[in-house]
């Protein structure tokens, strides 16, 4: 049971998907948190859904783009100026891009993927770390993907930066390990959220669900995850529970990924 009462916590792509599920668990495991999105008002409703039904907890909403480097600055300021304090990230904004061949893969799509999985990471950790050192440790989850562990067909721009995720996240534990701050990246396969509804509809505009259906039948779970599945999973490497755990790239896939040829 990961406890997480007293601690600041921020989770970047707050508004929806992956980021809404785990701030719905982190708050209820006793976590403050700060929301980042840079959809404002998808931002502000998640705000309010969560000061319904959390009465008790602090929650700061910053709306900020991730591939910013000055806006993410922004949020973990505004985060010490309201709480005094870091003691986690969530560093989970991301898009998938548009899928195409690598050959025919839009140059401009790719370098937005690369703003926003990669440097968007990367600026999330170089602004918290320093608050992390002061206040004598903490804990980073980034979100790579089974993207960032294996290949996907038509989705080079995506891979690209998980992977690229998967060994920042090795650097920062090897660098601040002895600060006392686990870095961890989770790698997630098909979770059910507006991104993975968006990709079904590029494999098969006319029949989105049939697409999900063949998809969740591949999986020796034969069911897609839900958000609520990553959620645990990024608490309890967020809680203190986490003392041992740095630098690993932990995928919650039903098993998928270890699968070889034909299910
Ligand atoms: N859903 C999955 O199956 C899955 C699998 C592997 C990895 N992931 C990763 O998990 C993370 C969350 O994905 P999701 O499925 O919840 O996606 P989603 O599209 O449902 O939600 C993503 C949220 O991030 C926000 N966001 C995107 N770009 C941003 C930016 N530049 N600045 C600030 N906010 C931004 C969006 O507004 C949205 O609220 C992503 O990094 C994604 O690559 C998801």
Redesign the pocket.
């Known amino acids: 049971m990961a406890n997480l009462k007293g601690k600041v916590i921020i989770v970047?792509?707050?508004?929806?998907?992956?980021?809404?599920?785990a701030a719905e668990v982190l708050v209820s495991k006793g976590a403050d948190l700060t929301l980042?999105?840079?959809?404002d008002e998808?931002?502000n409703k998640t705000k309010e859904e969560l000061v319904l039904k959390f009465p008790d907890r602090k929650f700061l909403t910053v709306a900020?783009?991730?591939?910013?480097e000055e806006?993410v600055k922004n949020y973990v300021y505004q985060t010490v100026k309201e709480f005094g304090k870091v003691d986690g990230l969530y560093n989970?904004?991301?898009?998938?891009g548009k899928q195409a061949p690598l050959v025919d893969y839009d140059i401009d799509v790719f370098k937005k993927v690369i703003?926003?999985?990669l440097l968007?990471?990367y600026y999330g950790m170089k602004y918290v770390i320093p608050e992390l050192q002061k206040n004598g440790g903490g804990k980073i989850v980034n979100?790579?993907?089974?993207?960032?562990i294996r290949g996907v067909l038509n989705q080079t721009a995506?891979v690209a930066t998980?992977h690229a995720?998967a060994g920042m996240t090795k650097n920062a534990a090897l660098e601040y390990g002895k600060d006392n701050i686990l870095t961890n990246a989770?790698?997630?396969?098909?979770?059910?959220?507006?991104?993975?509804?968006?990709?079904f509809r590029q494999v098969n505009p006319d029949d989105p669900k049939t697409a999900e259906k063949e998809y969740a039948s591949r999986n020796p779970t034969k069911r897609?995850?839900n958000?609520e599945d990553?959620a645990h999973l990024v608490a309890y490497l967020l809680s203190d529970e986490n003392g041992y755990v740095s630098g690993q790239v932990i995928a919650i896939d039903g098993g998928e990924s270890n699968m070889y040829g034909n299910s």
């Open positions: 970047t792509g707050a508004a929806m998907g992956l980021g809404l599920a980042v999105d840079y959809n998808a931002l900020a783009d991730v591939s910013v806006n989970n904004a991301g898009i998938e703003d926003i999985n968007g990471v979100v790579a993907s089974v993207g960032g995506y998980k995720v989770i790698a997630p396969g098909a979770i059910l959220t507006p991104m993975v509804a968006e990709a897609l995850g958000p990553v």
